[in-house]
């Protein structure tokens, strides 16, 4: 492909940032103009023959430059210096170019030697040889400008190439990856971020050699459609994905919508739908959302009718809710009564009353009020696990043989820690009085 004839572009993202073009300084300033007059010494430099040629002095020699038949000899020559006159303000206008700098110093010096074309051997009456010189020594002023110039653009082709070329080796090792494993998203991006690149710089930068243009162009072209055809491979193969999903989806919102007259009891064919949705895969995003609401929307019917059969359920209970909060509040009494026999003659009583009083809707609501049952139930168990602890003969039995034992160690202690006082040993007192004092903790713990 040419460098003028690029393809479309894909979606637009910033281009990479270019190197600034190369400048050249100004023109350098040539000889200070001296102002050329609008009406030249005609009389000076030309004069009209007895049949009405008119000439031009250049040195020493007289040239013809037309002649002016239907005026006077003032009036030929007049006509003829104002000729003269055009071409210096010509000369003025390009000296002013060139001194104020910013026009090219090769496209001014293009106009200076088309003008010293035209000067030479012009049809006008003036300094033509004047006219000349200055030319010349315009043109010799924009030499070293127009060098610097064509420097500058060689360095700006150069850069232009190199950057070109970056953009190209960029897109190959874009297309030299394992595109089977690629985030395409990123990839798109990447990819349209190098073709915003190259039509940018094909836009703003210079003109390359048209050999080099194809030559990068087509390195570009061939990465960037071998990444299009991974693209469009991928995609392809997705849209077989996401059809299958869609056609296993669509049946499964047909099973869901057929589970409507069955009410409540379609609640756990409906939870199997949703296992088998979840393992069906992606349909993609918007045939997604469309089944979804179906499939959702049948599931709502659903536990919309349990919602109702839940609501109806519990004003059925309403009753039997009351009933087992009174009871409840009638245990209250079994954790103030002291004599375990009745307290537990009173909750058995109630215990049969709550069973009597059958099942609550909703089952949260019931399970609620069974834990503040046995919370109770908890309590006096509790009691009569230490009343039996406490009042067991053979538990008494043993507590009775450990105090006595631990009674005898206590004056046996007694009578040596006596004994260690009265020798003034005090390193025996020391070990006597620790003993004694397990001894009598021990005791306490055992009489509870």
């Given at each position: 492909m040419?460098?003028?004839?690029?393809?479309?572009?894909?979606?637009?993202?910033?281009?990479p940032?270019?190197?600034p073009?190369?400048?050249?300084?100004?023109?350098p300033a040539?000889a200070?103009?001296v102002?050329t007059?609008?009406?030249?010494?005609a009389?000076?430099?030309g004069?009209?023959?007895?049949?009405?040629?008119?000439?031009?002095?250049?040195?020493?020699a007289?040239?013809p430059v037309g002649?002016?038949p239907?005026?006077?000899?003032?009036e030929?020559?007049?006509?003829?210096a104002?000729?003269?006159?055009?071409?210096?303000?010509?000369?003025?206008?390009?000296?002013?170019?060139?001194?104020?700098?910013?026009?090219?110093?090769?496209?001014?010096?293009k106009q200076?030697?088309?003008?010293?074309?035209?000067?030479?051997?012009?049809?006008?009456?003036g300094?033509?040889?004047?006219?000349?010189d200055?030319?010349?020594?315009l043109?010799?002023s924009?030499a070293?400008?127009?060098a610097?110039e064509?420097a500058?653009?060689k360095?700006?082709l150069d850069a232009?190439?190199?950057?070109r070329?970056?953009?190209a080796?960029?897109a190959e090792?874009?297309?030299?990856r394992?595109?089977?494993?690629?985030?395409w998203?990123?990839?798109?991006?990447?990819?349209t971020?190098?073709?915003?690149?190259?039509q940018?710089?094909?836009?703003?930068g210079?003109r390359?050699?048209?050999?080099i243009?194809q030559?990068?162009?087509?390195?570009f072209?061939?990465a960037?459609?071998?990444?299009?055809?991974?693209?469009r491979?991928?995609?392809s193969?997705?849209d077989?994905?996401?059809?299958?999903?869609?056609?296993?989806?669509?049946r499964?919102?047909?099973r869901?919508?057929?589970?409507?007259?069955?009410?409540?009891?379609?609640i756990?064919?409906y939870r199997g739908l949703?296992?088998?949705?979840?393992?069906?895969?992606?349909?993609?995003?918007?045939?997604?959302?469309a089944?979804?609401?179906?499939?959702?929307a049948?599931?709502?019917?659903?536990?919309?009718?349990?919602a109702?059969?839940?609501?109806?359920?519990?004003?059925?209970?309403?009753?039997?809710?009351?009933?087992?909060?009174?009871?409840?509040?009638?245990?209250?009494?079994v954790?103030?009564?002291?004599?375990?026999?009745?307290?537990?003659?009173?909750?058995?009583?109630i215990?049969?009353q709550?069973?009597?009083?059958?099942r609550?809707f909703?089952r949260?609501r019931e399970?609620?009020?069974?834990?503040?049952?046995?919370?109770?139930?908890q309590a006096?168990?509790t009691?009569?696990?230490v009343d039996?602890?406490?009042?067991n003969?053979?538990?008494k039995?043993?507590?009775g043989d450990?105090?006595s034992?631990?009674?005898?160690?206590?004056a046996k202690?007694?009578?040596?820690?006596?004994?260690?006082?009265?020798?003034?040993?005090?390193?025996?007192v020391?070990?006597?009085?620790?003993a004694?004092?397990?001894?009598?903790?021990?005791?306490n713990?055992?009489r509870?």
């Open positions: 040419s460098d003028d004839n690029t393809p479309k572009p894909t979606p637009p993202v910033p281009s940032p270019r190197r073009m190369p400048r050249v300084s100004a023109v040539v200070p103009v102002p007059p609008l009406v030249s010494d009389s000076e430099w004069r009209v023959t007895e049949d009405g040629t008119v000439e031009v002095r250049e040195g020493d007289w040239r002649q002016y239907d005026g006077t000899h003032e030929a020559l007049a006509y003829y104002r000729k003269f006159d055009e071409l210096a303000v010509k000369l003025g206008t390009l000296e002013t170019r060139a001194q104020s700098g910013g026009s090219a110093a090769s496209d001014l010096t200076a030697r088309s003008l010293l074309t035209e000067v030479t051997d012009a049809a006008a009456v300094d033509l040889a004047g006219l000349r200055r030319l010349g020594v043109i010799d924009l070293e400008a127009t610097q064509a500058a653009a360095e700006a232009a190439i190199a950057e070329t970056t953009i080796e960029r090792a874009i297309a030299a394992d595109l089977t494993k690629v985030q998203k990123q990839v798109t991006a990447e990819m971020e190098l073709f915003d690149a190259w940018e710089h094909q836009r703003t210079p390359l050699p048209k050999g243009a030559q990068l162009w087509k390195r072209r061939e960037r459609s071998t990444v299009d055809r991974a693209r491979a991928f995609f193969e997705l077989e994905v996401h059809r299958a999903a869609r056609d296993a989806k669509s499964l919102v047909e869901a919508e057929a589970l409507a007259p069955r009410g409540v009891d379609g756990p064919a949703l296992d088998e949705w979840k393992a069906a895969g992606r349909a993609g995003r918007k045939a997604d959302d089944l979804w609401a179906r499939f959702k049948a599931g709502d019917a659903l536990y919309a009718a349990r109702e059969q839940a609501a109806a359920d519990e004003a059925d209970s309403a009753p039997r809710i009351a009933a087992r909060e009174a009871l409840l509040e009638e245990a209250k009494a954790a103030d009564e002291p004599d375990l026999k009745r307290a537990r003659s009173l909750l058995t009583r215990q049969r709550w069973d009597e009083v059958g609550i909703p949260d399970r609620a009020l069974d834990d503040r049952m046995r919370t109770i139930e006096l168990k009691r009569e696990d039996w602890k406490q009042n003969p053979e538990t039995a043993r507590v450990m105090s034992q631990l009674l005898d160690a206590i202690l007694e009578a040596e820690l006596a004994a260690a006082e009265a020798s003034g040993d005090a390193k025996a020391k070990e006597a009085t620790e004694l004092a397990a001894r009598r903790s021990w005791l713990a055992l509870g």
